[in-house]
């Protein structure tokens, strides 16, 4: 699919879920990871729960940003340490 169709849907997908009651982060969050089809349980987004608002509700880092960035490290996040790692 190219990256402006893409876009659009992942963009329409995340205003549908902040006007079901989504907030923010969970919209965005859910917007990427669902409309990829990553593979994710649906659980997943209770992740992106207190990201809301501004971080638990406190204004500061905005929560569609950081839904965004969940979604990002969900998408291209490593899966594992580095070899050799030390745990």
């Known amino acids: 699919?190219?990256?402006?169709?893409?876009?659009?849907?992942?963009?329409?997908r995340?205003?549908?879920n902040f006007s079901r009651g989504y907030n923010c982060s969970e919209s965005v969050f859910e917007a990427v990871v669902g409309?990829?089809?990553?593979?994710?349980?649906p659980d997943a987004l209770r992740l992106a729960s207190g990201f809301?608002?501004?971080?638990g509700l406190y204004g500061d880092t905005c929560g569609a940003i950081c839904g965004a960035?969940?979604?990002?490290g969900a998408v291209y996040g490593r899966r594992s340490l580095p070899e050799g790692a030390k745990h």
């Open 1 to 12: 699919m190219p990256n402006q169709q893409l876009i659009k849907r992942v963009r329409n």
């Open 14 to 16: 995340a205003y549908s």
């Open 35 to 41: 409309g990829m089809d990553l593979g994710l349980p």
């Open 69 to 72: 960035v969940l979604a990002v």
């Open 52 to 55: 809301g608002g501004g971080v």
